[in-house]
């Protein structure tokens, strides 16, 4: 039978995890208290979790454990202001990932993340491998130079140039070189209607391109969602994900040992199938999974099916109130950057 997401489920326990700079970190654990523990990690930057992301996992098997991070959904401050953006890094998403696993007191755990999701599970799982026990990845994004480019330059525009014209639109043609830097200083200029404006655009680009069912694809997000969305989404974008060029491929020898699954939509626009590729051969120990009729979103069926497929295969694997277990490694202390 072909899997399915599982029934909605709502929280049995939620709160909020205090940072530095006065963010708030809101997470919340739903599922079996003493099942085998996993953390959904939301796309974007900025997208937030959902309650059908609960849905991908058994809930008789897993500890599901979700976050909105730095800026996202109902962690405080929120990306529309400035305070939202102040010490919102990749690494600080890291260290917030590593705090809330600390203080839930869990050992190991799988991570399902997808698009930005995925970079950041992976970032993570290099930083702490030692805490990791599986991944389940969605439509692989690394932030390099070119995965950029793609979107925001050339590629992606040849697929759709009706989107593209209207994409661009708001950005006068001499600044049309960098329309990642354009659009950020827009989103910030304290000129509210140009603001709007920047970010309707800049929302309805990438949800263009989400699905092949256009029928599936999201309702504009309100003027307010759009803006802190767009906002975060091009903080993290012109400093490349506070990353260093290639650095999540190059460090992928530090995946060693751990199992994973990578799911891939053939006709993804947002994230092309290269990327997932190529994390794969340098990960030996995943498998991939490119699905032949899909997009980017994990709503599209054949998606949906091997992620839910994914996380029920490595449940398998444990008894209820069994830890996630992983191939031994050499070493027991975490990576470093």
Known sequence: MPARPYPPIEPHDRGYLDADSGHRIYWEACGNPQGAPALFLHGGPGGGCSANDRRLFDPARYRIVLFDQRGCGRSLPHAGSNAGLRANTMPLLVSDIESIREALGIDRWLLLGG??????????????????????????????????????????????????????????????????????????????????????????????????????????????????????????????????????????????????????????????????????????SSTLQIVPDAAHASSEPGILRALVAATDAFARRVSVGEPLRRHPRASGDPATS
């Open 115 to 284: 698009s930005w999701g995925a970079a950041l599970a992976l970032a993570y799982a290099e930083a702490y491998p030692d805490r990791v026990a599986a991944l389940v990845l969605r439509g692989v994004f690394t932030a390099r130079r070119s995965e950029l480019n793609w979107l925001y330059r050339e590629g992606a525009s040849q697929l759709y140039p009706e989107e593209w014209e209207r994409f661009v639109a708001p950005i006068p043609a001499p600044e049309r070189g960098d329309l990642v830097a354009a659009y950020h200083a827009r989103l910030n200029c304290g000129d509210a209607t140009l603001e709007t404006q920047a970010a309707r655009a800049w929302c309805a680009w990438e949800d263009a391109l989400l699905t092949l069912r256009p029928e599936a694809n999201p309702r504009a997000p309100d003027d307010a969602s759009a803006l802190a969305r767009a906002r975060i989404e091009t903080h993290y974008f012109v400093n490349a994900a506070f990353l260093e060029e290639g650095q999540i491929l190059a460090n992928a020898h530090r995946l060693s040992g751990i199992p994973g699954t990578i799911v891939q939509g053939r006709c993804d626009a947002i994230t092309p199938p290269v990327t997932a590729w190529e994390l794969h051969k340098a990960w030996r």
